[in-house]
């Protein structure tokens, strides 16, 4: 019989079921508790007005002048640019104001999560150890001193998931739509969204009752919210790239360049720039070994807007290694994506930077567990493949294609997605063992996680 799958749990989760003892909820709390304690804690010891400087002053600099027109400000993607600008209008860079918000959004993440949790997971009671994990996990909590795009990603991707599972629950218009919002606000938000939302949309859509209304009304919510920021983008450098422009980085990774330098121009303005990343000098595998980026070099880019996309494929196709040279590449990529410091909440003199610094060692082992696992009931992942698929297109995009030279802050999304999928396989365990027969039961129930037929 064909194997049908479902984006979230196959029945209403029973938000009442208390799986273990009675004590479990009241001590989550507390680890919640505790996890908010830390991150207002740390925000205010460790303010991000004290920390602006590289990507940070980047980003404080381009939403302090909205209207300013120049390159890296359209290269980027333009969500976290407008809510900073916001924030900014909010608090008028007053330290205590900046404080408020950045504890307020710290706190407010790990909650997103548990919201998707809720709706994923048929045990409130798991739902609560996810969003407990999640809020002391030090990589999630020492980010938010610094004006970095996770600050913002993070809880964006936890509610887009929410939202996703409660329409494939809902199969109605509405909510749909409301999914195709979320999605494509991520997806400006960080370039990396975009794959993990059409992979989302698409198991969504499959199961609606109606397939092209549905299609039909995101499509024109889609195009509406895209085409001025694609047109404003064409207008400056000359590209309909409404998420900014991936080049820079595309050419930078499949380079193999230590640095990258642009030397720009259209209608007789010019910009230089100069770019590194920081995992190329960091040591993923310290202190058991000194190894380090194999990159060497500069990579020069000229590149004339007008001429559109020209210039950027003929750097590419002059630049881009191959053979040997490439495969070292896609390795370096998986080993900064899994073992690198998460720069740059890796500050080994704070106590989260040393923490986020430490627990970089647990993603690679439990990946490798959890895909041992999910191979061995193949079955369960099919049934429910939103997690496993969305991991897998993770890793593909982030990990093994060089769209950018990879860094420790790239894994964020990941750890939250493995933490999840460790609760999935605990949910499936645990509802395994409720729907076990009784000894000597020769005609048991199916699991409700099985194929349905």
Same mark, same amino acid.
């Given at each position: %019989?064909?194997?049908?799958?479902? @984006?979230?749990?196959? =029945?209403?989760?029973?938000?009442?079921?208390?799986?273990?003892?009675?004590?479990?909820?009241?001590?989550?709390?507390?680890?919640?508790?505790?996890?908010?304690?830390?991150?207002?804690?740390?925000?205010?010891?460790?303010?991000?007005?004290?920390?602006?400087? /590289?990507?940070?002053?980047?980003?404080?600099?381009?939403?302090?002048?909205?209207?300013?027109?120049?390159?890296?400000?359209? !290269?980027?993607?333009?969500?976290?640019?407008?809510?900073?600008?916001?924030?900014?209008?909010?608090?008028?860079?007053?330290?205590?104001?900046?404080? @408020?918000?950045?504890?307020?959004?710290?706190?407010?993440?790990?909650?997103?999560?548990?919201?998707?949790?809720?709706?994923?997971?048929?045990?409130?009671?798991?739902?609560?150890?996810?969003?407990?994990?999640?809020?002391?996990?030090?990589?999630?909590?020492?980010?938010?001193?610094?004006? %970095?795009?996770?600050?913002?990603?993070?809880?964006?991707?936890?509610?887009?998931?929410?939202?996703? @599972?409660?329409?494939?629950? *809902?199969?109605? &218009?509405?909510?749909?739509?409301?999914?195709?919002?979320?999605?494509? &606000?991520?997806?400006?938000?960080?370039?990396?969204?975009?794959?993990?939302?059409?992979?989302?949309?698409?198991?969504?859509? !499959?199961?609606?009752?109606? *397939?092209?209304?549905?299609?039909?009304?995101?499509?024109?919510?889609?195009?509406?919210?895209?085409?001025?920021?694609?047109?404003?983008?064409?207008?400056?450098?000359?590209?309909?790239?409404?998420?900014?422009?991936?080049?820079?980085?595309?050419?930078?990774?499949?380079?193999?360049?230590?640095?990258?330098?642009?030397?720009? /121009?259209? #209608?007789?303005?010019?910009?230089?720039?100069? !770019?590194?990343?920081?995992?190329?000098?960091?040591?993923?595998?310290?202190?058991?070994?000194? +190894?380090?980026?194999?990159?060497?070099?500069?990579?020069?880019?000229?590149? #004339?807007?007008?001429?559109?996309?020209? #210039?950027?494929?003929?750097?590419? =196709?002059?630049?881009?290694?191959?053979?040997?040279?490439? +495969?070292?590449?896609?390795?370096?990529?998986?080993?900064?994506?899994?073992?690198? #410091?998460?720069?740059?909440?890796?500050?080994?003199?704070?106590?989260?930077?040393?923490?986020?610094?430490?627990?970089?060692?647990?993603?690679?082992?439990?990946?490798?567990?959890?895909?041992?696992?999910?191979?061995?009931?193949?079955?369960?992942?099919? /049934?429910?493949?939103?997690?496993?698929?969305?991991?897998?297109?993770?890793?593909?995009?982030?990990?093994? %294609?060089?769209?950018?030279?990879? =860094?420790?802050?790239?894994? *964020?999304?990941?750890?939250?997605?493995? @933490?999840?999928?460790?609760?999935?396989?605990?949910?499936?365990?645990?509802?395994?063992?409720?729907?076990?027969?009784?000894?000597?039961?020769?005609?048991?129930?199916?699991? /409700?996680?099985?194929?349905?037929?």
């Amino acid at each position: %019989m064909p194997l049908t799958y479902c @984006v979230s749990t196959p =029945e209403k989760p029973n938000l009442s079921a208390r799986p273990g003892p009675a004590w479990l909820p009241l001590a989550l709390y507390i680890i919640i508790g505790v996890g908010c304690a830390l991150r207002v804690y740390n925000v205010w010891v460790h303010n991000p007005v004290d920390h602006i400087w /590289s990507d940070p002053q980047r980003h404080w600099d381009h939403a302090k002048d909205p209207l300013m027109a120049s390159p890296m400000v359209v !290269f980027d993607p333009p969500v976290f640019q407008m809510w900073l600008s916001v924030v900014q209008k909010f608090t008028l860079g007053i330290p205590e104001l900046i404080a @408020v918000y950045a504890s307020l959004l710290s706190v407010l993440t790990p909650w997103c999560w548990y919201r998707f949790l809720r709706e994923y997971l048929s045990s409130r009671t798991w739902a609560l150890a996810g969003w407990a994990l999640l809020a002391i996990l030090p990589s999630w909590i020492g980010i938010y001193t610094y004006f %970095m795009t996770e600050t913002l990603f993070l809880p964006l991707l936890g509610v887009s998931l929410w939202f996703t @599972v409660r329409a494939d629950r *809902k199969q109605t &218009i509405s909510a749909f739509l409301v999914m195709v919002l979320f999605w494509t &606000i991520t997806g400006l938000t960080r370039g990396i969204a975009i794959p993990l939302a059409g992979i989302s949309a698409a198991l969504v859509w !499959f199961k609606h009752p109606q *397939k092209l209304r549905s299609a039909l009304f995101s499509g024109l919510m889609v195009f509406s919210l895209l085409a001025p920021l694609a047109y404003r983008n064409h207008h400056f450098f000359y590209l309909w790239a409404p998420h900014g422009n991936g080049w820079l980085n595309k050419i930078y990774a499949e380079s193999g360049a230590r640095e990258i330098k642009l030397h720009l /121009s259209r #209608d007789g303005a010019q910009w230089e720039y100069g !770019f590194g990343s920081p995992s190329i000098d960091s040591r993923p595998f310290a202190p058991l070994s000194d +190894w380090t980026s194999k990159r060497t070099g500069t990579v020069d880019v000229t590149v #004339d807007f007008t001429k559109g996309s020209q #210039d950027w494929k003929n750097a590419l =196709e002059a630049s881009a290694k191959h053979g040997a040279e490439r +495969w070292s590449l896609h390795l370096e990529n998986f080993i900064f994506l899994f073992f690198g #410091d998460s720069w740059p909440d890796n500050n080994p003199e704070y106590f989260m930077g040393r923490m986020a610094n430490l627990s970089r060692w647990l993603w690679a082992p439990g990946f490798l567990i959890l895909t041992a696992i999910s191979l061995i009931r193949w079955r369960e992942q099919v /049934s429910r493949p939103l997690l496993p698929v969305l991991i897998l297109v993770l890793l593909y995009f982030q990990g093994w %294609m060089l769209l950018v030279p990879n =860094e420790g802050r790239y894994r *964020k999304p990941l750890e939250g997605l493995l @933490v999840v999928q460790a609760l999935v396989v605990v949910d499936h365990y645990r509802r395994r063992r409720t729907s076990a027969p009784p000894a000597g039961d020769h005609n048991p129930v199916p699991n /409700s996680l099985q194929a349905v037929k």
